[in-house]
Each structure stands twice: as structure tokens, then as C-alpha cells.
């Protein structure tokens, strides 16, 4: 059974590092809810990169959408 507020992806959330949104800060364990949140990642140098990546994502789907 999965507890309030369980963000688990499979692993133990207490192991996992997310990056809030809210608080620009990285997380570990599962503390603010998952709507705020990216993640989970291994660790709190890979987290803290989270929105450099989604800024990466971002560009590769303009790049690639045949609607431009």
C-alpha cells in the first residue's frame, strides 16, 4: 500500500533526490507533492541539473516538430 503523497517510481523515494519546483531546491524523499516536482534522480548533483535538462528536451521536440 502506498502511503499519501508517494512519489515512487519503484525505487525507495528516501534514496531518490527530486527538484522542486516551489522551492527551487533539491529534495530528498518525498516531501513536497509530485505536481511540484521533476524527477526522481540518483542523486542531488543530477537533480539540481533537472531544468537545464528540460530546457534540452525542449529544444530537441521544437527541432524535431513538423509543424514549424
Known amino acids: 500500500m502506498k502511503r499519501s503523497g508517494d512519489q515512487s ?3 525507495n523515494d528516501l ?3 527530486w527538484w522542486c519546483l516551489r522551492h527551487s531546491a ?7 507533492p509530485g505536481k511540484v516536482k ?13 531544468l537545464a535538462q528540460v530546457r534540452e528536451r525542449n529544444e530537441q ?3 524535431a516538430d513538423p509543424t514549424d
Open 9 to 11: 517510481s519503484g525505487g
Open 38 to 50: 521533476l524527477g526522481p534522480f540518483d542523486s542531488a548533483v543530477d537533480a539540481q541539473g533537472a
Open 26 to 32: 533539491v529534495e530528498q524523499g518525498p516531501i513536497c
Open 15 to 17: 534514496e531518490q533526490f
Open 61 to 63: 521536440w521544437e527541432e
